[in-house]
């Protein structure tokens, strides 16, 4: 063999192996990459997670419909539970008569549409309460001291991740004040949820609450963070700091 043939077999040998280390090094990638995103929702490879699906509230609605724009967010959320390796179950909000921890959950809709997002929320952010709107079926999102109303410039949605006892899996709230909020809620949460683990690491628990801009307009597009409201969310009201005492009158003459 001459030393022209040999120095091209010795570089097609250095050539294949450079192509092979570096095909290993991003397949190393995406698999770290996948066991984090697998990590931060509680869905290793092979599980089975839990989708708790709410009813339709309209005027005439059956109750085990569901909204046409509840429909599309679940379907992106089964699609991300599938992207982890892992089998999604949907049950409707009145059937999922079960405990925490064994499986991850993804809970969608407000707690006038779905019964477990009302008990989740009780239980894991007694901080946040739901109340009526001034228009029929219309809700506002309270959080300690402030209030997130819908109207016809903007809508809200309650994006929570609780962490359960005992190092179980996770919950995940995603609770719109309407059909197109809850749907803008679940696209954020496909769209950033490893900024949201960066954030706030990938098994804490957050409460924030985002913004959907004029979704007549833009449907669930337009969406932006408008609160990071854990620290509220967790606090119970009777842990709220009572006013100070008003002082007492001055004392007139004797």
Request: hydrophobic letters at 45%; glycine letters at 12%.
């Amino acid at each position: 063999m001459t030393d022209n043939v040999l120095n091209v077999v010795l570089g097609l040998v250095a050539s294949a192996i450079s192509a092979g280390l570096g095909w290993l090094a991003q397949a190393l990638r995406r698999r770290r990459k996948v066991e984090r995103v697998r990590e931060f929702f509680g869905l290793p490879a092979g599980s089975e997670c839990l989708i708790v699906v709410p009813r339709s509230i309209g005027a005439g609605s059956h109750a085990n419909t569901v909204t046409r724009r509840d429909a599309y967010a679940l379907m992106w959320l089964a699609g991300l539970v599938e992207e982890c390796g892992a089998r999604p179950e949907l049950v409707a909000h009145d059937a999922a008569h079960r405990g925490l921890g064994a499986k991850t959950e993804l809970c969608l809709g407000g707690p006038v549409s779905n019964e477990r997002m009302a008990a989740h929320i009780a239980w894991g952010l007694p901080g946040v309460l739901v109340t009526s709107g001034p228009g029929p079926g219309s809700n506002v999102l309270v959080v300690g001291d402030r209030d997130f109303t819908a109207d016809r410039e903007q809508a809200h949605t309650l994006l929570a991740r609780i962490a359960t006892p005992d190092g179980g899996r996770p919950v995940f709230l995603i609770a719109g004040q309407t059909g197109t909020a809850n749907q803008a809620g679940v696209r954020y949460l496909v769209a950033h949820h490893r900024e949201l683990a960066r954030r706030h690491g990938r098994n804490g628990t957050f409460a924030l609450v985002l913004r959907v801009v004029n979704p007549e307009a833009y449907g669930p597009d337009m969406v932006e963070l408008a609160a990071d409201v854990t620290t509220e969310a967790l606090r119970h009201p009777s842990a709220t700091p009572a006013p100070p005492p008003a002082p007492a009158p001055a004392a007139g003459p004797v």
